[in-house]
């Protein structure tokens, strides 16, 4: 109709109005057809004297900041990992809650195995094989609460194998290098260049890698460096795989995981790129020298995951709802990211964009003398929620943000990214 | 209608079929009436030679050992520490998470608090003030996956605080036992008498206890061992309070918690007996000195409990369903109760009986020269899963056997008791 009004395609209509959905204009309702939604962007508020130091945004942040960071109010929420959640199907969650319920045996909300429901490890086992060329045995997996628990469960019982070390990619995730360090081990820094960790660097009897997107950067670890590091790993090295977000690829097919040609590998994943990083559930897959161990883990841990949620994923892992859900958050977020681009070659043209290829999230890199940590503080006082590069940085490199854009709506992208170049000022 | 025919009040017919869906031999329907369910009692195996040693009742059990029990077969599940699971509300559970998914906000998908969300705060501080006698701000309250998840929390904290051995009670919980050894503490043995824990015995820094419902012997603690306790902490002792089954007590008002006198016990409470195991749910409660460093472990240890889970039993618990199925079950539970004593008086007349007063399970011991292991490893040979008492013991005591009721039809206690009088013998 209002493509004959206007005399254009169809497919244009369409296209705009996926647009406006996504930058959440408007909703659509089915057959009811699209209705507009109220949405005001706020002006940012004043800040005559604009602070350069901030409670939350520190120079050397603790284990409390991300807690600290997601409790400051924002405007804007750029802060990266988190998929878009308006996306999360309701619907067909309480579909399959409802058929787990009216099937249930009553002996299953009892204590359970430690390890995960098999229903949930048989469609974990599945999913894997068909989304990350990994074949794995049910027997091999074990349900955990996302990969923060794996990373845990995984320093404990390290240690306990006499590991005091495990390496980690340089920038790399600040969050996992505390895990690691709250369970007793060092994480010395190995550098990342455009073909990922460089293998040759590694010392520690340890490592910890991002092979498929690497964060911070979105680097894919190439081919010759896999060949290097299975070579390393024949010779004793422990290698730990966190495929965080891997299933986010946009312009070509995903990377496998290191763990489909490495069995020896310590694997991790979870639905919390996929889903919500509410739901806590994840994955670990490890090999016999570490599995028992890391069950014993688990037990002590908490008994093992809650059993509902794993029954109802492994219901929505089987009946293709949740490779159609990635389908379509593939698209909205592949949009989101184009949006940031375009913003940030606008606004913030002195800033070297890297990782569009895969993820929710862009890192930007910046020549001139910036310091990150005061820009993202600045950043948050005017209502825009970063995470500075250095966070993520053992030894020194060039400053620069983490910015997420799955989360977020094109219209708060282009927003955030102005207040952003604002900021930084024009290039010199 | 059956009342008319058999010329009998309709309250015998209602408390007959009562009985007779307790049993399991029949399944209200509401409106639609009472169906009669097929669940026939086999015979036990035959087990001509009747083996002594099993693999999986052995006198010094390790980790795995639960774990290994609930796997192995049997036909009646004497297993303590577990509620009538065929009572979850499945329809209210359903009715809860559609309202939930239907109001929820999209951030709650994200990352959260690591110590709960904040609507399962609120609803157990009220719980614990109505149920408990309890006062605490939901500032203060964690949420954890349980009574085990709080014990490891607390033992790594304390150990971290200088404390290197937690005292418990003995006979007391070999499952926590376990846990707090697995943090890397001492468990020293103080005695229980028939007014709990002799506390004047007290030499570690810090205790265990059970207080309203001691485990396994079902003894509550004194006024004066209260009192006592009170001046133990006073002058620096740290308690821990595990109120775990405090909800489930027949014959008389419930016993306040030591917490809703002394502000600074750790409390830990759970709905795994309120509801079910398998929704590794519970609360830790703690004083100022050991709080934030309890929130850090609980954010390295999983970064909080799932978010919907949550929300969905703070509803029950707001709305009054949890009471509810608190009455439902605590009738049934006695009359299950009621059924074991029976048996227990009937089939082993020997056998001293235990902590009937409350909880999920009794505990009868032996006089005779009875070892628990070989009887409960030859009841399992039979098809009868129970626990010997010895597991639960540190010192050499009197044998004894640990039987959950709560989880089991009238019917079926009575077989697995009789079982166990063929396998004891007639009295001397």
Redesign the interface.
């Known amino acids: 109709m209002l493509a004959a009004e206007l005399r254009v395609s169809r497919g244009v209509v369409t296209d705009a109005y996926q647009r406006l959905i996504d930058d959440g204009h408007a909703a659509g309702r089915g057959r009811a057809g699209t209705v507009v939604v109220a949405a005001p962007v706020l002006p940012p508020s004043p800040s005559p004297d604009r602070p350069s130091r901030s409670p939350v945004i520190t120079p050397l942040p603790g284990?409390?900041v991300?807690?600290a960071v997601?409790?400051a109010p924002a405007r804007i929420d750029l802060t990266p990992?988190?998929p878009d959640?308006?996306a999360?199907p309701?619907a067909a969650?309480?579909r399959a809650?409802?058929a787990v319920?009216?099937e249930?045996e009553?002996?299953?909300?009892?204590?359970?195995?430690?390890r995960g429901a098999p229903p949930m490890r048989l469609a974990v086992s599945r999913w894997l094989a068909r989304n990350r060329g990994i074949r794995a045995d049910p027997g091999e997996i074990i349900v955990v609460?996302?990969v923060?628990?794996a990373l845990?469960l995984l320093g404990e019982v390290l240690r306990h194998h006499g590991v005091d070390a495990v390496a980690v990619e340089d920038p790399g995730s600040l969050g996992a290098r505390?895990?690691l360090r709250?369970?007793g081990l060092a994480t010395p820094p190995v550098p990342v260049d455009d073909d990922g960790l460089l293998v040759s660097e590694l010392r520690a009897p340890a490592v910890l890698l991002t092979p498929a997107h690497q964060f911070p950067m979105g680097v894919v670890l190439g081919g010759s460096r896999r060949r290097e590091l299975m070579s390393w790993a024949s010779s004793g090295g422990i290698v730990l795989e966190d495929d965080y977000d891997a299933e986010h690829r946009y312009d070509r097919a995903p990377v496998p995981a290191v763990r489909s040609m490495l069995p020896e590998v310590c694997y991790m994943g979870s639905v919390s790129k996929l889903?919500?990083?509410?739901?806590?559930?994840g994955w670990l897959l490890a090999p016999p020298p570490f599995f028992a161990d890391l069950v014993?883990a688990k037990?002590?841990?908490?008994?093992?995951?809650?059993?509902?949620?794993q029954l109802v994923l492994a219901r929505l892992m089987e009946n293709g709802e949740l490779e159609r859900q990635l389908r379509v958050v593939r698209g909205r977020h592949r949009r989101r990211r184009d949006a940031m681009i375009r913003a940030l070659a606008s606004e913030l043209p002195s800033a070297v964009v890297h990782g569009a290829a895969a993820g929710l999230h862009l890192t930007v890199t910046f020549d001139a003398d910036v310091d990150d940590v005061e820009l993202a503080a600045a950043a948050l006082a005017e209502g825009v929620k970063v995470q500075p590069l250095s966070w993520h940085r053992q030894r020194p490199g060039r400053a620069g943000l983490v910015l997420g854009y799955a989360?977020r709506t094109a219209t708060e992208i282009a927003e955030g990214v102005a207040v952003l170049g604002r900021l930084v000022g024009p290039s010199p």
Not at 106 to 114: L, R
């Open positions: 284990a409390e991300f807690d997601r409790a990992g988190v959640l308006t999360f309701r969650w309480l809650e409802r319920l009216e249930l009553p002996s299953h909300f009892g204590y359970g195995d430690p609460a996302g923060a628990q845990t505390q895990h709250h369970g889903l919500a990083p509410a739901l806590r559930v014993a037990r002590f841990a908490d008994l093992g995951n809650p059993v509902l949620a989360a």
